[in-house]
């Protein structure tokens, strides 16, 4: 039995199909820089130090 592939399709837009083959953790935001102080907890600095993504469905002004 073959296994059917919705992207394959003739009626995905290729911009589609592409965005949906790039992979979802190609950036290594997550890495934490070094910490200078002696007095901060590493987990608070590992989370402070991540980035936020903008919310485009956020409404601003």
């Known amino acids: 039995?073959?296994?059917f592939d919705a992207a394959?399709?003739?009626e995905?837009?290729?911009a589609d199909?592409?965005?949906?083959?790039i992979a979802v953790d190609d950036d290594n935001s997550d890495e934490v820089e070094e910490?200078?102080?002696l007095e901060v907890?590493?987990?608070d600095a590992a989370e402070q130090s991540r980035?936020?993504?903008?919310d485009e469905d956020y409404p601003r002004g």
């Open 12 to 14: 995905v837009p290729e």
């Open 51 to 54: 980035a936020v993504p903008v």
């Open 8 to 10: 394959d399709s003739p």
């Open 35 to 37: 910490v200078s102080s």
């Open 41 to 43: 907890n590493e987990a």
């Open 1 to 3: 039995m073959t296994s």
């Open 17 to 21: 199909r592409l965005e949906q083959e």
